[in-house]
């Protein structure tokens, strides 16, 4: 009883916190409206970071980044890529939905830049921009790099490698970090193998970190594959990544 007291309460003054910390901002895709969250330095001439969620949507581990970004001297803006009333809300709802984005990847490209205009318009200096993409936000953040997208670096953490292999690889500008956990199954030794080549190909400037002992969702607190002490390394890693490309 009093675990779940305490648990309640927890997770009461987790969304106070991010109600404080983070304000609504409401956006169009055509008829669909989206419906992002900006952190509370919005105005500011900042340097600026997307962050692009896992499969679900909007969750606690991008907020949670958004507000230590913030700390940082980040203006953080997280896109809404499904829009209002097409939130996934169940594992097989959220396969199909990110499926479909990575399958149409220039739809998603499209929901990226948007979000990219959003984050700008609350203040990022529009050269000191970046990405990044936790899962299906971190297959994201590499349809930036991919899609030519305004933004100087992108960071993948746990995202899908894999690309369909008729795409002709293509220059890449921006600076590329994928942060991969070695333990997870979702991602091929080809996935893995064509990203590098894509990579070369594309005369870009990346770098990927494996991560030792570590399933998919190594990041995420509520995860079972949860390593705090990789989860540690990888966002210090983002950190050392972004101040060296932004400030």
């Known amino acids: 009883m009093i675990r779940s007291i305490l648990l309640t309460a927890m997770i009461t003054a987790s ?3 991010f109600s404080q910390k983070l304000k609504p901002v409401s ?3 055509g008829s669909q409206k989206l419906n992002g969250l900006v952190t509370s330095n919005a105005g500011k001439k900042l340097p600026g970071v997307l962050i692009l969620p896992a499969w679900k949507g909007i969750d606690e581990e ?3 980044a958004a507000i230590e970004l913030e700390k940082q001297g980040y203006i953080a803006f997280i896109a809404d890529i499904y829009g209002e009333g097409k939130i996934p809300t169940d594992n097989e709802s959220a396969a199909k939905s990110s499926g479909y984005y990575k399958q149409n990847f220039q739809e998603y490209q499209k929901r990226i830049s948007l979000a990219l205009e959003q984050l700008k318009k609350n203040g990022a200096v529009s050269d000191k921009v970046a990405v990044i993409g936790y899962c299906f936000g971190g297959t994201g953040a590499l349809e930036s790099a991919r899609g030519h997208l305004p933004v100087a670096g992108v960071v993948s953490i746990h995202g899908s490698l894999g690309r369909d292999q008729s795409r002709k690889n293509e220059a890449l ?3 590329i970090l994928v942060e991969n956990p070695a333990d997870d199954k979702s991602v091929t030794p080809d996935d893995y193998n064509n990203l590098i080549k894509e990579m070369n190909e594309g005369n870009a400037d990346w770098q990927i970190i494996t991560y030792a002992h570590s399933k998919h969702t190594f990041t995420d607190p509520k995860s079972p594959d949860y390593n705090p002490t990789m989860a540690k390394r990888a966002w210090n890693h ?6 060296e490309i932004l400030k």
């Open 15 to 17: 969304g106070n916190l």
């Open 27 to 29: 956006y169009q895709d």
């Open 62 to 64: 991008a907020k949670t």
């Open 173 to 175: 500008s921006a600076k």
């Open 238 to 243: 983002t950190l050392m990544f972004l101040k």
